[in-house]
DNA sequence: TTTTATTTTTAGCCATGTCTAAATTAATAT
DNA sequence: ATATTAATTTAGACATGGCTAAAAATAAAA
């Protein structure tokens, strides 16, 4: 059985390589779990002596088979969690990471099936990310972020790559959530910002950078 | 904020001291924490400097009125989690108290009132037991052992006093379930055990053990 | 290709919460 | 009242997971 801090590492490891390509060096780790470079290397020391990682001197980590599948169970717990946050409690979508965040440390495969159950099996979490299912597959869907598309084209938010809550708080503040349409009206070249008409009323500029972090799908 | 294991010595030490009018002893808090005398005396040793208990040398502890309300809260959240495991989920009786024993270290006081909410504000547990409010305010009710009943009267279970899984599933196999009616038919001198008829239709004997943790209401 | 800067590791230390064994205090029985 | 038993505390140790400071390895720049 894993220690919270073990569970933490794995997840830290799994969302790094899962972004890059490659493994995970002490210092990204440390900034995920939010710790020293000295205390990562202990950890990961112990957690390939555990075989849960490959793990090279001075090389990084990535997952073995089994801390990806652990990582991937975690993952799924909180995801589902929430779900249950924002649907059946009605929190709001930027409040809920950090109490999933504890809440997916709870050890209990029955309670995740009922869970998973009761929520009505969804697919994806309340920012738009895919929900690995009990084997740890996880749905793909073809998306890009909305700075990919051109003045003309029409979308829909599947998904935010960013979960900080003052982003979407900015969000909220524009009445933009997943499921929400969009057209494309004009697209600056100075500043690469977007003017763009949400769900066929308001007009808003949305910056690079915001418009770089929604996913969203072709209509 | 407490750690998990603080947490777990000032519910012991509730539990303790509520069931008896005196003071918890080192040797009992080590049996509801499960771990040695040893470690409890280290233990109280550091709540009662961070005035959570009081605490003399040889003559066990007592919460303090800070301890109480922390002990208190954790009993509802613990309480509040077995509804929803329960109600929600449908769990059995005797599988919620192991989990809602996890789930009740999660620390969010936003998302302890919105499961109250999502409950329907219960007032009492799957196993009968109040649920303190917001407050912790205990709802009480005028409730007696099995046993003390007289043959000839009636009641209904509103409550047991023991958690055991073995002693649930016993319950589960007789099928008496909170509200289940009862008449006394019979008491036996020699064991004390009880003839019972139940919800009008079978006839079971139950052990005096047995009904001495029934909690019942006359009707 | 050296030098410099950055990253990673090692070494030594600390707090938490546990343990066993031994010592001390309190309770019980003769 | 004293001896025995039981309960409690102390002492010393260990595992986990963190820290800082210094050393070593790698990467970047001159």
């Given amino acids: ?20 390509n490659k493994s995970a060096s002490t210092n990204k780790i440390a900034e995920y779990v939010n710790t020293s470079a000295a205390s990562v290397t202990d950890m990961i ?14 090389k990084g980590a990535t997952l073995s088979e ?19 946050l924002c649907d059946k409690l009605k929190f709001p979508w930027e409040e809920v990471h950090d109490i999933a965040e504890e809440l997916e440390h709870i050890n209990s495969a029955a309670l995740i099936n009922r869970l998973d159950n009761f929520l009505g099996n969804p697919r994806f979490d309340p920012h738009g990310d895919p929900i690995p ?15 990919n598309l051109q ?31 969009f057209k494309i ?3 600056l070249d100075f500043d690469k910002s977007m003017k763009i008409e ?8 949305l910056s690079h950078t ?6 969203v799908k072709l209509i």
Same sequence: chains 1, 2.
Avoid at 137 to 147: A, C, E, G, I, P
Avoid at 198 to 205: E, F, G, I, K, P
Avoid at 210 to 215: D, E
């Fill in 66 to 84: 089994v801390g990806n599948k652990l990582a991937t169970q975690l993952i799924r717990k909180h995801r589902l969690w929430e779900v249950f």
């Fill in 198 to 205: 949400v769900d066929s009323v308001n007009q808003v500029t």
């Fill in 133 to 147: 299912n009990a084997e740890g597959k996880f749905m793909l869907r073809n998306q890009s972020t909305m700075d």
């Fill in 1 to 20: 059985m894993l220690t919270h801090a073990e569970e933490n590492y794995l997840k830290a490891i799994f969302k790094i390589t899962e972004r890059q």
């Fill in 210 to 215: 915001v418009a770089n972090n929604l996913l």
């Fill in 45 to 58: 020391q112990k957690l390939a002596v555990k075989e849960l990682i490959h793990y090279e001197k001075y």
């Fill in 151 to 181: 003045v003309g084209q029409k979308c829909v938010l599947v998904g935010v790559s960013q979960h900080s809550v003052p982003f979407l708080q900015h969000l909220n503040s524009l009445k933009i959530k997943l499921g929400t349409a």
């Fill in 185 to 187: 009206l004009d697209k």
